[in-house]
C-alpha cells in the first residue's frame, strides 16, 4: 500500500543535542510538508518542498532546517532542541497537482530531557 | 479573526443520534475544504474532501459547504463510539501555494 512513513515513532533528545526526524513516501507526491503539533493545538506549519522547492514559514525557528535528497525521502533537523520543541512532528504529503489533500504519516512523539 | 474556527468541544453525543461539526474560514477566495479525524495520540486521518457547495456524502459522513457564507460542516450519522475523536477542519487559504491553515480542532465524544 502506497503511504507515508516517519522514523522513528518517539524520539527522546536531550536539551541542546541535534537530532533529526525522517519522512519516506511511496504515494509519489511532489509537495511533502512538516508540522509541529502540541497538545489540543492546529498543526503548524514548519516549512514545505515542492519537488525540490523549499518554503519556509515566516515563524520558523531558525533552529529548525529540513532537507529533500530525492522525492521519498525528506528530513527535519533540530539543531539544538528545547524544551518547548517536545512535540508531535508529523510529515505529510500532497500530489502538487492542484488537488490539495494532504496524507500523513504516523508523526514522530519528540521528547526533550 | 482566524483564519479558520471551530467550537473546539467538547461536543458529546449519543450513539445513534448524528454528530454536526462546524467550521468557518476567512478567505472568501478559498476552493477547497478537508475534514480530518485524529485520534488522542495519533496523527490526522482524511476522511472528507469538499470543493463545490452543497453536500457530499460518503457512508455515514456528510460534509457540507455554502462558500457565500463561508462555512463548511460535517454530520455524522448513526454515531458510533469509534467517532470519538477530535475533528480538524482544513481549508486552502491563498489558492495555488499548496498550503491548507488546519483549525485547532473540535473533540467528539460519543456516548454509549
Known amino acids: 500500500d502506497a503511504m507515508v512513513i516517519q522514523n522513528p515513532r518517539y524520539q527522546v533528545t536531550q536539551f541542546g543535542k541535534p537530532v533529526t526526524l525522517s519522512c519516506s513516501q511511496t504515494l509519489n507526491h511532489n509537495v511533502m510538508y512538516w508540522y509541529q503539533q502540541k497538545s489540543s493545538q492546529a498543526p503548524k506549519l514548519l516549512f514545505h518542498y515542492y519537488d525540490k522547492d523549499f518554503n519556509n514559514e515566516a515563524d520558523t525557528p531558525d533552529n529548525f532546517q529540513s532537507r529533500r535528497p530525492n522525492t521519498s525521502f525528506c528530513f527535519l533537523d533540530i539543531r539544538s532542541p528545547g524544551l518547548g520543541d517536545a512535540a508531535m512532528y508529523l510529515c505529510?504529503?500532497?500530489?502538487?497537482?492542484?488537488?490539495?489533500?494532504?496524507?500523513f504519516g504516523p508523526g514522530t512523539r519528540l521528547t526533550v530531557t | 479573526q482566524k483564519e479558520v474556527e471551530q467550537n473546539s468541544g467538547p461536543l458529546s453525543v449519543p450513539e445513534g443520534a448524528i454528530a454536526s461539526l462546524n467550521c468557518t474560514y476567512s478567505?472568501?477566495?478559498?476552493?477547497?475544504f478537508f475534514w480530518y479525524r485524529q485520534y488522542s495520540g495519533k496523527s490526522p486521518e482524511l476522511i472528507m474532501s469538499?470543493?463545490?457547495?452543497g453536500d457530499k456524502e460518503d457512508g455515514r459522513f456528510t460534509a457540507q459547504l455554502n462558500k457565500a457564507s463561508q462555512y463548511v460542516s460535517l454530520l455524522i450519522r448513526d454515531s458510533q463510539p469509534s467517532d470519538s475523536a477530535t475533528y480538524l477542519c482544513?481549508?486552502?487559504?491563498?489558492?495555488?501555494?499548496?498550503?491548507?491553515?488546519f483549525g485547532t480542532g473540535t473533540r467528539l465524544t460519543i456516548i454509549p
Open positions: 469538499i470543493y463545490s457547495n
Open positions: 505529510a504529503t500532497s500530489s502538487g497537482t492542484g488537488v490539495y489533500e494532504q496524507y
Open positions: 482544513a481549508v486552502e487559504i491563498n489558492f495555488g501555494n499548496e498550503k491548507l491553515t
Open positions: 478567505d472568501r477566495g478559498s476552493q477547497s
